[in-house]
């Protein structure tokens, strides 16, 4: 397969496991982003593809080749870190011209190249300015030039948007995706940002303690999350307790229609959205309404319901008419919930 595959890719740091047997499969032109909290070995796993840190175990392959012993400067990477790491004394040509005089390509070729690059991130003629005198999303169009002057087979980019404001790091969200779609390169990006993953990654991968718990989509990862973790991380989620008695299956105690699950310890993953408020009745959770927060656009409605909160989102338009203190029923549609294992 033409590609990057991760074959059961550990790191130790003497006892401690920061990555524990990455098994992953990234198709060449495919857009994975690494995300998960602070501390989950994401960073690490991407310095293990980027060759600046070697595997403990397993193996990384590229396009058919064991690349696991190859250093860095021979795996055809470009890369581009939080620090962008551009030199300030050089103008921005330079600094985008800088891999390709390193690996001596000619004068001529270099200029043309540049010239490409400013007219690929929207900078054309910026090839003599300073890079100190550069916006920040400048300099990071400028980082993103440089790691891909030499064409690199795959690009690896460590939280490349952090340091700008969230109005531009949209922008560049958008920017960046379509530019990796425009050449097609298979790109690994780490966020810890899940906004930013869901909008840029064909693959999202999340990860928690070392371990990949889910590799998919970010439809599949919001809809089918794999576990208790996933569900928690991405978005917001009611994860309600199930038990399982004489038989039949109850959700904070309460049977409701068409969710069953066969095992006693685990709990419904609803989304606050994906539950519709009405009057109570048979086969619903029932519960009382606790507080309304309305933004505008979206109206959250906490309900208790036997001591346990649950909040329904809905927008202006769809949401019934409750008021705090009513009884309601909550209507939950068994598509859209996923019982998880405890
Ligand atoms: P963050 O978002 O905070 O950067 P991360 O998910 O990228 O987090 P890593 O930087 O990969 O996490 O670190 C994973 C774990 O490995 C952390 O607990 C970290 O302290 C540990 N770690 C990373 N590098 C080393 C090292 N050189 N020596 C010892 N422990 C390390």
Do not use: W
């Amino acid at each position: 397969m033409s590609g990057l595959i991760l074959n059961g890719v550990t790191k130790q740091f003497g006892p401690f496991t920061a990555v524990d047997q990455a098994q992953l499969s990234v198709p060449e032109g495919r857009f994975v982003c690494l995300l998960g909290p602070s501390g989950c070995g994401k960073t690490t796993l991407l310095r293990m593809i980027a060759g600046l840190e070697q595997p403990t175990g397993g193996s990384i392959v590229l396009d058919g080749t064991d690349i696991t012993e190859v250093p860095t400067h021979k795996r055809n990477l470009g890369m581009v870190f939080q620090s962008l790491a551009l030199f300030p004394h050089l103008t921005v040509g330079e600094n985008i011209a800088y891999p390709l005089r390193i690996r001596g390509i000619g004068r001529e070729a270099q200029v043309k190249r540049v010239e490409e690059l400013l007219a690929m991130i929207h900078l054309p003629g910026y090839a003599d300015r300073p890079v100190t005198k550069l916006s920040g999303g400048q300099r990071q169009r400028v980082a993103i030039a440089r790691a891909l002057a030499i064409s690199p087979k795959l690009f690896l980019l460590d939280e490349p948007l952090s340091a700008l404001d969230a109005k531009l790091r949209e922008a560049m969200q958008v920017e960046l995706r379509k530019l990796q779609q425009q050449l097609g390169i298979t790109t690994i990006v780490v966020t810890h940002d899940q906004r930013e993953a869901m909008t840029m990654a064909d693959t999202v991968v999340v990860m928690n303690g070392g371990k990949i718990r889910q590799a998919a989509s970010p439809i599949e990862i919001y809809r089918k999350p794999a576990d208790r973790f996933v569900a928690d991380f991405i978005g917001s989620t009611n994860l309600l307790p199930v038990t399982i008695e004489s038989g039949r299956t109850l959700v904070l105690g309460q049977a409701v229609e068409g969710i069953s699950a066969d095992q006693a310890a685990c709990s419904l993953s609803v989304r606050p959205e994906d539950i519709h408020l009405s009057a109570p009745g048979e086969g619903r959770l029932s519960g009382r309404v606790t507080f309304i927060r309305d933004l505008g656009g979206t109206i959250e409605t906490f309900i208790d319901v036997r001591g346990t909160e649950v909040i329904a989102v809905s927008t202006p338009r769809e949401r019934p008419v409750v008021s705090v203190g009513q009884e309601v029923g909550l209507v939950i549609d068994p598509q859209t919930a996923v019982v998880l294992a405890a």
